[in-house]
């Protein structure tokens, strides 16, 4: 079965471009995660989706930030308008859930720089 | 003080040597999780587990839920080994994971 796939792999652009990210979770799972991570701050959870539906948000920093999951097998993250210190890689997780009992599985992530 | 400790920050050995990682945590947890990030690399999931112990090949993870603490060794440690171990733990409550720093080991041939 196929891993979590991200696209793009790499994003470089510049400040104040629109940023979509995209990912396509494992099949059957029901949870789907997007995390950031830098140096300074490690992982970091941004929102999760169970069932396509938005659980916890309150990872995402400000109102540029936005992710939709329209159906269970695609999610994206855009940032609107980017900025420099957006730059990091961006992980999708998903997971069967069943509270916290099964692993997340990562994609291979997305690195982005924000010129 | 954050909600997951992880020790060393940063480890370097020769190639063969017993590793050991530790993780504390001070939160309940419905389980703990080691994952693994090469140099540029995606995150693996290496161990989830709430009790005892697991292992798989040169790999062993144990947790002392009284303590709230585990630990990661490896055995015959090799280069390819090199890498960034993360702690993290979920908890019942919800799916959320909550992270430790990591460790960055590197093993010298």
């Known amino acids: 079965d196929a891993g979590v796939i991200q696209s793009p792999r790499h994003e470089v652009t510049e400040m104040g471009q629109e940023v979509t990210l995209r990912c396509k979770p494992i099949?059957?799972?029901?949870?789907l995660f997007w995390y950031r991570q830098t140096m300074m701050r490690g992982l970091e959870l941004l929102i999760y989706?169970?069932?396509?539906?938005?659980?916890?948000d309150s990872g995402m920093p400000e109102d540029r930030f936005s992710a939709k999951m329209p159906n269970a097998s695609f999610s994206t993250l855009k940032i609107q308008p980017s900025e420099p210190r957006d730059s990091a890689v961006y992980f999708c997780?998903?997971?069967?859930?069943?509270?916290?009992?099964?692993?997340?599985?990562f994609g291979d992530g997305t690195r982005l720089s924000i010129l | 003080k954050n909600e997951v400790e992880q020790s060393p920050q940063n480890l370097t050995a020769q190639e063969g040597e017993f590793i050991t990682i530790n993780c504390s945590y001070s939160v309940g947890i419905s389980a703990l999780h080691w994952l693994q990030q090469h140099p540029g690399g995606g995150i693996v999931s290496l161990f989830m587990l709430s009790s005892g112990k697991k292992k798989h090949g040169r790999l062993i993870a144990t947790i002392n839920i009284q303590e709230k603490h585990s630990s990661l060794h490896i055995t015959a440690s090799h280069p390819r080994d090199s890498a960034v171990y993360i702690c993290a733990v979920s908890s019942s409550r919800n799916e959320k994971l909550t992270f430790g720093t990591g460790t960055r080991l590197t093993i010298i041939p």
């Open positions: 997780a998903s997971s069967l859930g069943q509270g916290g009992y099964q692993p997340q599985h």
């Open positions: 099949s059957g799972h029901d949870y």
């Open positions: 989706f169970n069932n396509n539906v938005p659980i916890d």
